[in-house]
């Protein structure tokens, strides 16, 4: 049996890279569409109208790096897709950003090509040194189905134990479906004890794309996953865990207020991100989500009002306003603590 490895660990990989300890400042790229998985829930999927076809050419990707470096001081690149291992230039890219001065250089990825060894290494030498792989399920049958790929859990699962042993950061994608929120309290124990991460990101599904399309099937609201979430997230308790940054992506204070500070990309910022799409002009990350948001008028006696963007519009489409409930006061206790701010 393979020796288990322990994962570089947040405080250790910014002192290995060089990253400071705040908020990562970011140049955020979907390079391509093209993809090897058929997600029934992705919002971004290849098969989409129009704007949803092509890809950013090593130009274009370096002049976004150097200007968002230059204009932002941004040290964070984060690399998406489609799937960003379809590209054969991926090596090259990394090898620009990491050029231009960006000491963290991530992708986020299905993991399927990184079951190679040998491949999962030659990106890591070429500068990519985060690796953020979705794995959407406690076991083999959920995990494939949601993604549409016979095996692709356990190519995932070996994807994680290859980025570990080459010594780069390894993390986690979860999207929260009905099919897989029941296992909430296994998979924190398959993430936490048997890969030994502490980089998570579990995500309350967007509404756009293949997850709108299929939303009959796979809408779920906030309070039907809440219980087994906590359970996942006492866990992580239990075991005194120090996670990387917040862990909780699409969420509102008023429906888990103990772990208000695990919630990403839900408050204003003044210092905004960069990303940059095809045949797209760049947007604001935060301006783009603030739009996509809204409030209901009970919302203004919330203690969070003045901070938070709000829920998105479609979820109320889908399910109304009567989860989101004022909350009185700010948490005054973090259960969990981050290594990197939100």
């Known amino acids: 049996m393979e020796e288990k490895i322990r994962p570089l660990g947040p405080e250790a990989a910014a002192k290995k890279f060089g990253w400071p300890r705040t908020r990562p ?4 790229m979907t390079i391509n569409f093209e993809c090897n998985s058929r997600c029934v829930f992705c919002y971004n999927p290849n098969f989409q109208p129009e704007w949803h076809e092509g890809e950013l050419s090593l130009k274009e990707i370096a002049v976004a790096l150097k200007t968002t470096r230059m204009r932002k001081g941004a ?46 290494k030659r990106l890591f030498d070429a ?3 985060v ?4 794995l959407h399920g406690a076991t083999e049958k959920e995990h494939d189905r949601l993604v549409g790929v016979p095996g692709g859990f356990k190519k995932t699962v070996q994807a994680i134990r290859n980025v570990t042993k080459i010594g780069a950061r390894a993390g986690i994608n979860h999207i ?17 004890d048997d890969l030994m991460l502490d980089a998570y990101l579990f995500i309350s599904p967007h509404y756009l794309g293949a997850m709108k399309t299929n939303s009959m099937e796979y809408k779920i ?10 359970k996942a997230l006492e866990y992580f308790e239990k075991k005194n865990l120090l996670l990387e940054s917040p862990c909780l992506s699409n969420f509102v204070p008023c429906v888990l207020p103990e772990y208000v500070n695990l919630m990403a990309e839900w408050k204003y910022q003044k210092n905004d991100d960069s990303l940059f799409v095809p045949n797209q002009e760049p947007v604001d990350i935060y301006k783009m989500k603030e739009r996509q948001r809204m409030k209901i008028s009970r919302c203004k006696e919330c203690a969070y009002y003045n901070e938070c963007m709000g829920f998105e519009r479609e979820y109320f489409n889908y399910f109304g306003g009567d989860e989101f409930v004022p909350l009185k006061e700010k948490m005054k206790k973090e259960r969990l603590h981050t290594y990197f701010e939100g």
């Open 127 to 129: 500068g990519i040194n």
């Open 221 to 230: 609201r906030y309070s039907d996953y809440m219980p087994y979430l906590r």
């Open 75 to 120: 040290w964070f690149a984060d690399i998406l897709g489609g799937e960003v291992t379809l590209r054969k230039d991926l090596p090259d890219i990394a090898r620009i950003a990491r050029k231009i001065g960006y000491t963290a250089v991530q992708i986020t990825t299905n993991g399927l090509l990184l079951s190679d060894y040998d491949y999962a």
């Open 176 to 192: 929260i479906l009905p099919d897989n929120y029941k296992s909430f309290p296994e998979f924190a124990k398959l993430i936490c």
């Open 25 to 28: 400042n970011i140049c955020e």
């Open 131 to 134: 690796f953020r792989i979705s």
